[in-house]
């Protein structure tokens, strides 16, 4: 399986199998939080087995030398497993846990059952939201949550204060929120299953415009004139100017792409289904390298 974690350490991917392994992709200490240009970057792969034995690992995000992972399952759990002293130092059950994202010194964890924020340094659970919640994304402090009430549903919440979040507004789109990506004023919502993205208001939730584009856009991330969308059922990855919202380029990373990062330098595109990891241009949608990480 593909599990990925770019320079932060803080970004998620999302693999939708019970594959036993995660491997994460860690940039060296030449990376691009110390200004380091993309030719003097260098990658490995490190391998961690983090599965406890009861479902394997659907997300996995990485702070410190602690990796997150939950189970997109009946019977799942969240938990949080040490690189250093390769032990277990959190497991709690999580049904149908898919997302996890971190921020502030928070680690939130979405589900089919609800949304759980638990604090990094103390690994303790401080809120709890209800809702089947099929999309978060978190930027500065509001975070957007898509849910599964007719699909249709998306939240903004204030996280100033991560132990009580507020609700600032709620809206209906046309089709399903599958991911969130912002930039300037709209904020891109690929919908799933429709062919077709939303660009909304990031404060009013209003809608915008429709950007139609492959058939199942399922994962969204943006620079300050770029945005980048995935279509896993198609298989392509699609860049578009942020701007005037029109296609620039396309590029195919083959069928399986659930989630996007973009590290300041390059686009990375996970392909679970094949367990091969891109490294795309992200002026031209070109193939920088590709990385074989292994899996079942």
Request: hydrophobic share 40%.
């Amino acid at each position: 399986m593909v599990g990925f974690c770019p320079v932060s350490r803080q970004e998620i991917a999302r693999k939708y199998s019970a594959a036993a392994v995660v491997v994460a992709v860690i940039a060296s200490v030449l990376g691009l939080a110390q200004g380091a240009s993309a030719a003097n970057m260098t990658y490995s792969v490190n391998t961690y087995s983090v599965d406890p034995g009861d479902g394997g690992a659907s997300c996995i995000v990485q702070q410190g030398s602690v990796i997150w992972a939950c189970q997109n399952a009946a019977a799942g759990k969240l938990y949080a497993y040490d690189t250093d002293t390769h032990a277990y130092v959190m497991s709690v059950s999580m049904p149908w846990g898919h997302i996890v994202r971190v921020s502030g010194g928070y680690l939130f964890a979405a589900s089919g059952s609800g949304l759980r924020i638990f604090d990094l340094s103390t690994f303790t659970q401080v809120k709890a939201l209800g809702g089947d919640i099929t999309s978060m994304r978190i930027f500065g402090t509001t975070m957007y949550v898509g849910y599964s009430d007719g699909f249709k549903t998306v939240r903004a919440w204030d996280i100033s204060d991560p132990t009580a979040p507020a609700l600032l507004t709620s809206a209906t789109l046309l089709a399903q929120p599958q991911d969130f990506a912002l930039v300037g004023s709209d904020l891109w919502v690929p919908n799933y299953s429709s062919g077709m993205t939303s660009v909304i208001d990031p404060i009013t939730l209003a809608l915008k415009t429709i950007v139609f584009q492959g058939t199942r856009p399922a994962a969204a991330v943006a620079d300050a004139t770029r945005v980048y969308v995935a279509d896993p059922a198609d298989g392509n990855v699609f860049g578009f100017n942020a701007a005037s919202r029109n296609l620039t380029w396309t590029a195919n990373t083959g069928t399986g792409v659930y989630d996007l990062y973009f590290d300041g330098t390059s686009l990375w595109a996970p392909n679970s289904y094949t367990d091969t990891l891109y490294q795309l241009n992200p002026a031209t949608g070109a193939t920088i390298a590709t990385y074989t990480t292994g899996g079942q």
